[in-house]
């Protein structure tokens, strides 16, 4: 991107990446903790994996139906709004969640809670996509899904936090670690400003003559007509089922790795600290997924994530047969989360690339949407199968494996 004529501008734009950095930093305490707390909500309350499958499908769902309202809502009032919001409600309902002494009183919250975290990403992103430029949009992009992905790391050590170190019980997963979520939905509210007009800044435009295009079409259109626009792009509606078999994948290894390496005894657990592997390989995959998209690829988002898909599909079988407290897993599994995760940076951009910045709130809301759609589908199966293979966890990783394959397939369809 060209140097802009006013010095301030680029320390502006930065701020503007950091800040919805720092705030999506801490979000996932709010729902990527609960594979921690399965082995207590089933030893304490009696309710199964597979029912406890469709509880992390109702907040999925939520989340699903909520990103293609919260997407558009982005668009109409402001990203900073929304996303300071979101954080605040999810803390208040973890805390709903916490004192659940049974299946509705856990399902209920966990659900409103679903709906609260989706104010966050599609908003989030409509904020970057009005600071960030076509050239710089998938390196920015990749910053904030590393976020997402440091995130899966903070949600996975706090409650390893909460339940080795300091000996609490799994109630304080939903406690504790969300109350950084409050700090930085609060800290997004004041820092950050929808538009580089608030600051006196005029973004140029340097997006490709497509999103050009699309951008003239989008000047003042309704609700209605933005959300026709996405539905009608089939190249961005293929390549929304392709980031719903990523997100299957993701949710999958997310709630169900815990599982795996708590084991039946999860509260002597010698292994359970290998799953912080995961979210660590998920982090920095996102940080390089960006990279390679932009500079190795040349912007063509679907060559990315194809191509790591194919790989975190290939680690993914792999780790099926790795015994579960062998030191391999930590390497293959870094690996899994490596190219799982680090496949978004290829899919987010696609938004403000083929519909115009105008309709990339709604164009991600809607990609979100399938994103958890298809995700909250594996979760029960993941646990019904592992209930009728004599609690045979590793299962999870063929059922992500073959996730991986159907998404990276997608991109033969949204190349052009």
């Known amino acids: 991107m060209p140097d802009h004529p006013n ?31 399965i082995p207590g909500i089933e030893s304490e309350l009696g309710i199964n994996k597979d029912t406890i499958g469709w509880m992390i499908t109702g907040l999925l769902w939520a989340y699903a139906i909520g990103q293609a309202v919260n997407g558009n809502l982005g668009d109409k009032f402001g990203g900073r709004r929304m996303m300071s919001l979101g954080a605040v409600l999810s803390c208040g309902l973890n805390w709903v969640v916490s004192f659940g002494t049974n299946f509705v009183s856990l399902f209920i919250p966990w659900i409103a809670n679903g709906f609260a975290q989706s104010m966050g990403w599609a908003p989030g992103s409509r904020v970057l996509s009005n600071w960030w430029g076509q050239e710089e949009r998938g390196r920015a992009f990749g910053f904030y899904v590393f976020a997402a992905g440091m995130s899966s790391v903070l949600a996975f050590v706090t409650s390893l936090v909460v339940l080795d170190l300091l000996s609490l019980n799994w109630r304080w997963i939903f406690r504790l670690p969300v109350l950084l979520l409050l700090v930085g939905g609060l800290a997004y509210y004041l820092i950050v400003r929808d538009h580089p007009e608030e600051l006196g800044f005029q973004l140029e435009s340097d997006d490709s003559d497509h999103g050009k295009i699309e951008e003239k079409k989008s000047v003042g259109e309704t609700s209605l007509q933005r959300y026709l626009a996405v539905i009608k792009n089939w190249r961005f509606m293929i390549a929304s089922i392709g980031i719903g078999f990523q997100s299957s994948a993701r949710y999958g290894l997310i709630y169900w790795v815990p599982v795996h390496f708590l084991g039946a005894d999860w509260k002597n657990s010698d292994a359970k600290w290998i799953s912080v592997a995961l979210p660590v390989g998920m982090a920095l995959g996102a940080l390089t997924g960006g990279w390679v998209s932009d500079r190795v690829f040349k912007s063509v988002r679907w060559k990315l994530y194809s191509s790591f898909l194919t790989l975190a599909a290939l680690a993914s079988f792999a780790m099926y047969f790795i015994p579960r407290d062998h030191w391999a897993g930590i390497v293959v599994l870094f690996f899994c989360g490596f190219f799982a995760y680090g496949s978004q940076a290829g899919f987010w951009p696609l938004a403000p690339d083929l519909l115009g910045k105008h309709r990339a709130g709604t164009g991600v809301g809607v990609m979100d949407f399938f994103a958890y759609l298809f995700a909250g589908l594996v979760n029960p199966l993941i646990g019904w199968m592992i209930i009728v293979n004599n609690e045979n966890t590793a299962l999870v990783f063929p059922i992500v494996g073959v996730a991986c394959v159907a998404g990276a397939m997608t991109g033969l369809f949204v190349r052009r």
């Open 7 to 37: 010095p301030g501008f680029r320390a502006a734009q930065w701020r503007v990446l950091l800040a919805t950095m720092f705030c999506y930093l801490f979000y996932y305490t709010g729902r990527q903790t609960l594979g921690f707390a």
